[in-house]
């Protein structure tokens, strides 16, 4: 079943919900081939592009934690690592396809899309909305014109 956007996953209205728009994209994009790689080199290609996007996008999160004050950010950083060392695995397992056959490597892909990465997105991304909203919230009252002004 695709996954769908909407304004309730929102996390930062920036750069953010767009990298996890694209992670969405990505995850549709593997459902709508019916959960399955016609060859090891298609599934090379399209595992080694999500490798990338999501280094930038943990890279970007993390920073973005840090300026919003996330208590958690250690814990955090520990579940993308998880998500890092799954998809090694799933290359490394892609390395050795011809002892494999590539039904393990589409079943592996499956369960880190449903598991893995989405699993992570609302279980755990979604724990900075409140941060978030309160940074943003304080931000917006710094850049008020009438912010500390003392009235008589
Ligand atoms: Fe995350
Ligand atoms: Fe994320």
Redesign the pocket.
Known sequence: MEIKWSDQLSIDGGLLDEEHKAMIQKTNMFLKMGKTFDSADQARQFLIGLKEHLAI??AH??EY?QQIDFPDLQQ?SK??EK?NVEMDALLQLLDRVKFYDLTEINRRTAHFFSHFLVG??LN??MK?KAYSAAHRKAQDAEQDPEHDITYI
């Open positions: 996008h943990t999160e993390e934690l955090h579940s993308h998500l992570h997105f755990e991304d900075m």
